[in-house]
Nanobody, 125 residues
Framework: QVQLVESGGGLVQAGGSLRLSCAASGRTFSTYPMAWFRQAPGKEREFVAAITWSPGYAYNTDFVKGRFSISRDNTKNTVYLQMNSLKPEDTAVYYC??????????????????WGQGTQVTVSS
Protein backbone atom coordinates (compact mmCIF):
# COMPACT_ATOMS: atom_id res chain seq x y z
CA GLN A 1 0.00 0.00 0.00
CA VAL A 2 1.33 3.39 -0.98
CA GLN A 3 1.52 6.00 1.74
CA LEU A 4 2.64 9.61 1.82
CA VAL A 5 3.04 11.13 5.28
CA GLU A 6 3.66 14.85 5.72
CA SER A 7 5.21 16.46 8.75
CA GLY A 8 6.76 19.75 9.79
CA GLY A 9 3.76 22.03 9.80
CA GLY A 10 2.93 24.33 12.66
CA LEU A 11 2.44 27.89 13.82
CA VAL A 12 5.04 30.46 12.83
CA GLN A 13 5.21 34.24 12.84
CA ALA A 14 5.31 36.19 9.61
CA GLY A 15 8.82 36.27 8.24
CA GLY A 16 9.67 32.91 9.77
CA SER A 17 10.56 29.59 8.17
CA LEU A 18 9.31 26.02 8.14
CA ARG A 19 10.51 22.88 6.45
CA LEU A 20 7.88 20.35 5.48
CA SER A 21 8.74 16.72 4.88
CA CYS A 22 6.88 14.02 2.98
CA ALA A 23 7.93 10.44 3.56
CA ALA A 24 6.82 7.92 0.96
CA SER A 25 6.46 4.22 1.62
CA GLY A 26 5.11 1.20 -0.15
CA ARG A 27 6.90 1.90 -3.41
CA THR A 28 10.17 3.36 -4.60
CA PHE A 29 9.42 6.91 -5.61
CA SER A 30 12.84 7.84 -6.88
CA THR A 31 11.60 8.14 -10.48
CA TYR A 32 8.23 9.67 -9.64
CA PRO A 33 7.45 13.36 -9.93
CA MET A 34 6.42 14.63 -6.53
CA ALA A 35 4.77 17.87 -5.58
CA TRP A 36 3.36 20.08 -2.87
CA PHE A 37 -0.09 21.62 -3.04
CA ARG A 38 -1.91 23.73 -0.50
CA GLN A 39 -5.51 24.50 0.33
CA ALA A 40 -6.74 27.39 2.42
CA PRO A 41 -10.26 27.43 3.92
CA GLY A 42 -12.85 28.19 1.28
CA LYS A 43 -10.34 28.02 -1.56
CA GLU A 44 -9.40 25.45 -4.15
CA ARG A 45 -6.30 23.33 -3.84
CA GLU A 46 -3.41 25.11 -5.52
CA PHE A 47 -0.06 24.01 -6.81
CA VAL A 48 3.03 25.06 -4.88
CA ALA A 49 6.02 23.21 -6.31
CA ALA A 50 7.04 20.00 -8.04
CA ILE A 51 10.24 18.04 -8.51
CA THR A 52 11.07 15.31 -11.01
CA TRP A 53 13.61 12.54 -10.73
CA SER A 54 16.26 14.39 -12.83
CA PRO A 55 15.76 16.57 -10.76
CA GLY A 56 13.80 19.23 -12.54
CA TYR A 57 11.77 21.84 -10.74
CA ALA A 58 8.52 23.72 -11.15
CA TYR A 59 7.12 26.43 -8.92
CA ASN A 60 3.98 28.46 -8.71
CA THR A 61 5.46 31.79 -9.69
CA ASP A 62 2.37 33.70 -8.52
CA PHE A 63 3.37 33.51 -4.89
CA VAL A 64 6.56 31.48 -4.37
CA LYS A 65 8.86 34.25 -5.67
CA GLY A 66 12.05 32.63 -4.47
CA ARG A 67 10.73 32.03 -0.95
CA PHE A 68 10.13 28.27 -1.24
CA SER A 69 12.44 25.50 -2.34
CA ILE A 70 11.56 21.88 -3.10
CA SER A 71 14.08 19.08 -2.83
CA ARG A 72 14.16 15.31 -2.53
CA ASP A 73 16.32 12.63 -0.97
CA ASN A 74 15.75 9.45 -2.94
CA THR A 75 17.73 7.38 -0.44
CA LYS A 76 15.07 8.24 2.12
CA ASN A 77 12.08 8.34 -0.26
CA THR A 78 11.41 11.82 1.10
CA VAL A 79 10.60 15.17 -0.47
CA TYR A 80 10.97 18.48 1.33
CA LEU A 81 9.55 21.96 1.05
CA GLN A 82 11.65 24.67 2.62
CA MET A 83 9.54 27.77 3.17
CA ASN A 84 11.15 31.08 4.07
CA SER A 85 9.80 34.60 4.55
CA LEU A 86 6.38 33.19 5.33
CA LYS A 87 3.34 35.42 5.08
CA PRO A 88 -0.12 35.14 6.65
CA GLU A 89 -1.53 34.36 3.20
CA ASP A 90 0.61 31.19 3.16
CA THR A 91 -1.67 29.77 5.85
CA ALA A 92 -3.15 26.54 4.52
CA VAL A 93 -3.10 22.79 4.73
CA TYR A 94 -0.12 21.59 2.70
CA TYR A 95 -0.38 18.30 0.85
CA CYS A 96 2.26 16.09 -0.66
CA UNK A 97 1.47 14.28 -3.93
CA UNK A 98 3.16 11.76 -6.19
CA UNK A 99 2.46 10.25 -9.57
CA UNK A 100 3.80 7.51 -11.78
CA UNK A 101 2.55 9.23 -14.92
CA UNK A 102 4.55 11.00 -17.56
CA UNK A 103 3.60 14.20 -19.32
CA UNK A 104 4.60 17.11 -17.13
CA UNK A 105 1.19 18.31 -15.94
CA UNK A 106 2.79 19.20 -12.63
CA UNK A 107 0.36 21.88 -11.55
CA UNK A 108 -2.79 19.82 -12.06
CA UNK A 109 -4.06 17.98 -8.96
CA UNK A 110 -5.78 15.30 -11.05
CA UNK A 111 -2.42 14.27 -12.54
CA UNK A 112 -1.33 12.86 -9.19
CA UNK A 113 -2.19 9.35 -8.05
CA UNK A 114 -1.12 9.51 -4.42
CA TRP A 115 -1.79 12.07 -1.72
CA GLY A 116 -0.81 12.56 1.89
CA GLN A 117 -3.22 13.55 4.65
CA GLY A 118 -1.90 17.12 4.83
CA THR A 119 -0.12 19.20 7.41
CA GLN A 120 -1.39 22.53 8.72
CA VAL A 121 0.74 25.63 8.31
CA THR A 122 -0.42 28.74 10.14
CA VAL A 123 1.40 32.04 9.78
CA SER A 124 0.51 34.74 12.27
CA SER A 125 0.88 38.43 11.53
Amino acid sequence: QVQLVESGGGLVQAGGSLRLSCAASGRTFSTYPMAWFRQAPGKEREFVAAITWSPGYAYNTDFVKGRFSISRDNTKNTVYLQMNSLKPEDTAVYYCAATGRRGGRYSYPDWYDYWGQGTQVTVSS
